[in-house]
């Protein structure tokens, strides 16, 4: 069993015998190691924000076609609290370079597919990773979006991620929904959308619940761009959905 922590440029990591035996104990661990509740974390390896303060455990698994076992925990900065309720995908693209550099897969030069069951979802995702003398390549000419310079390239495939949670794609049958928020009112819109693709997500139309939500102040985005978001600035709107 192997502790992937995720921080800046830190990681943690310990050996089968103590982690399996001590599972029920992982959450108040977890807790210790990211410094959790301090929002400065400053006695731990989280960074701060919800981004750098997640944590993967990874085995090599026992199950047919499987290479590697992955269960995420999202560890809370303010509240001593951990969550692993759901998946993340910039953690995902972590599992596959680390299940080949600690021994877990066996390296292919060029690229390995590492198939991994995620425990949050019960769902597979297949990486292909590439490889270079044996160890996962770090260097590379790929780049995101709103992330600063580039990496080596990690494609992903998610196998039949639809409804890990709730069973549909749309999780109340509905492809198109009408949405009643109190001190709103109901949607103008009907284009509003509940998805479950992976996580439970909702579309929303700005403008669409009144004139209150119209009056968001604009996001500037990664990409320079500013968007208006209600969802975002009206956290009622989303938790009702």
């Not at 509740?37 to 993967?56: E, H, L």
């Not at 455990?57 to 509240?79: A, E, T």
């Amino acid at each position: 069993m192997y502790i992937c922590a995720a921080a800046p440029a830190k990681r943690c990591s310990s050996t089968k015998k103590i982690c399996r035996r001590n599972e029920s104990e992982w959450k108040d661990i977890f807790l210790k190691v990211m410094g959790t509740p301090d929002v400065k974390q400053i006695d731990g390896m989280g960074g701060t924000v919800s981004s750098t303060s997640k944590v993967a455990v990874i085995s090599k698994s026992d199950r047919p076609g499987i290479d590697v076992d992955y269960h995420f925990f999202q560890v809370d900065i303010v509240i001593p609290r951990v969550d692993d309720s759901a998946n993340c995908g910039n953690i995902s693209s972590a599992v596959g370079p680390y299940a080949i550099d600690e021994g877990l897969v066996e390296p292919v030069e060029g690229i390995t597919k590492v198939r991994v069951y995620n425990v949050n979802t019960n769902k597979v995702i297949e990486e292909h990773v590439r490889v270079q003398d044996g160890m996962a390549c770090v260097n590379g000419d790929a780049s995101i979006q709103g992330v600063p310079g580039t990496g080596s390239r990690i494609d992903m495939y998610f196998e039949d991620p639809a409804g890990a949670k709730t069973g549909k794609l749309f999780p109340t049958g509905l492809k198109k929904e009408t949405i009643d928020v109190p001190g709103y009112g109901k949607s103008r819109s009907h284009h509003d959308r509940l998805l479950q693709p992976g996580g439970v997500h909702q579309g929303l139309r700005p403008g669409h619940y009144g004139d209150r939500t119209d009056r968001a102040e604009p996001e500037q985005g990664c990409d320079g761009t500013h968007r208006t978001d209600p969802g975002h600035h009206r956290p009622e709107i989303r938790l009702r959905g």
